[in-house]
Each structure stands twice: as C-alpha cells, then as structure tokens.
C-alpha cells in the first residue's frame, strides 16, 4: 500500500514523483543486504524528486513525536501508551557492561517504538523485575544530557523525561544513535542502534512485538517470552 504523504499540492513535488518515490520504497533491499547495499539505497531515495521533503513527511508519519526540545513528560500516573504499529525495524545491539560473559544480543523492534518498549523488551531478554527502578541515559563527549525514566527514581527533573511517550526513532532523527541503560540495582547496559530497516521481514512482525537476532552464546534465551502491549500497559499502571 503506498505511504500516505503529506499533502505537496504547492507543486513542490508532482504526483509522478511521488508515485516513483512509493516504487523506490517497495523495492528496499532484501533481508541480509550489505551495507553498501543500503547505503546505496539510501543515495537514490535522497536524490529522488522532492526525497527530503518526503522521507521528512515518512519519519513525521512514523514517529508521531517530537524533536529533543520537544519530548513529552508523563504526568504522575497518567500514560497515553500507544502500541507498535510501524512495519519498519530499528536494529539494536545490547552490551551487558562490566560482564565477562558473552551475554550481548541484537535485537530489533517496530520503528515507532518508545522507550518504554525496548525497556520492556530488555528486562524481557535480561530476565530483569519490572519492579526496579531503571532510566536510559543519552550522553554528549562523556556527559549525561538527557534521561528517560519510568519515574520511579529521583533525577533532575529539567532533563529526566517520559519513557512512555518519547519514540526512539525521534533521538535517531537528531543524531543519537546509542544510550546507556539502567536499573535501580546498579545494572548497565549500552545500547546502540545498528540500522533502520525499511522492509518486512518474514518473523511474524504483525504482532509487532520485539525480534531476537543473534545472541552471545552465554545468554539464555530458552524460555525467553516478550510481553504483549496488554501486559506492558499493566506494568505501568501497578
């Protein structure tokens, strides 16, 4: 089904533009394409007739949020949870820091997911209590400048905002590409993103739930069960 664009009636960009640019986008690269691949693909969308006005409408379409200056913070025991739907892939790579174990892992999950779903998703993996405390930090040369937190620990407020409602694709948009995470017992994990995947991939992604790709050899995934949206919603109300 072609993307629904916003509307370039001015004349910026014509209907034969948009109708190649749509082309362009169902004929992405396969499934384990090289990077080259991709960035090549990359070349022609940006080249395309009226392509940065148009990826520009596709990642508003996507997100559905807002840039670092303009995150959203939730209220105290309010949410406005809103599942995955996009059929497009954020790839992340996850390192346990300061483990000697092989327990990292790549993971991937719906491009307009929140941080509230890859911390979901994390403890799933990490069979960590949703009970503990926990925040992603962003830094900048080595300092924290902004947090995600599920509210459950003290943090400056002027830079602490809502993992909720705040899409990870959105800090991408803005150059991000890696955070650290943790939990109230003094776990660490760094976090980076790989890439972005524009096509389907055959795992079952209807369900829009999280993608385990590879793992170290030391990580036990064996009875490894990501929850669905019911179950993550219920964890933030109790």
């Known amino acids: 089904m072609p993307i629904e664009f916003p509307d370039f009636s001015n004349g910026e960009v ?22 080259g691949e991709y ?16 990826i520009r409408g596709l990642a508003e379409q996507i997100t559905q949020g807002g840039s670092l200056d303009q995150l959203l913070s ?6 406005s949870y809103t599942p995955m739907q996009s059929f497009r892939r954020i790839v992340f790579r996850i390192d346990v820091v300061r483990s000697s174990l092989k327990n990292w892992c790549c993971l991937s999950l719906p491009s307009d997911a929140s941080f509230f779903d890859l911390r ?18 962003l830094r900048e040369h080595g300092k924290v400048e902004v947090t995600f937190s599920d509210g459950s620990e003290p943090i ?6 809502g993992e909720v409602e705040n899409r990870i694709f959105d800090v991408l948009q803005q150059g991000c590409d890696s955070a650290h995470f943790f939990t109230s017992l003094g776990a660490e994990y760094f976090i980076r993103i790989q890439e972005v ?16 790709i590879e793992t170290g050899e030391e990580l036990a995934t064996e009875a490894l069960q ?4 019911t179950k993550k919603v219920k964890s933030i109300i109790l």
């Not at 939730?74 to 949410?79: A, H, I, P, S």
């Not at 400056?156 to 905002?161: I, K, R, V």
């Not at 990501?226 to 949206?229: E, L």
């Open 14 to 35: 014509s209907a034969e533009a948009l109708a190649r640019f749509n082309h362009l986008l169902d004929n992405a690269p396969a499934e384990g394409a090289s990077k």
């Open 39 to 54: 960035e090549a693909y990359m070349e022609k969308l940006l080249e395309a007739e009226g392509g940065i006005e148009m």
């Open 74 to 79: 939730e209220e105290n025991g309010t949410t």
């Open 120 to 137: 979901c998703a994390i403890e799933d993996i990490y069979q960590i209590n949703p009970a503990q405390g926990s925040r992603f930090e």
């Open 156 to 161: 400056d407020q002027h830079h602490d905002y």
């Open 197 to 212: 995947r524009s096509h389907r991939v055959n795992t079952g992604e209807e369900v829009m739930q999280p993608v385990l």
């Open 226 to 229: 990501f929850r669905n949206a």
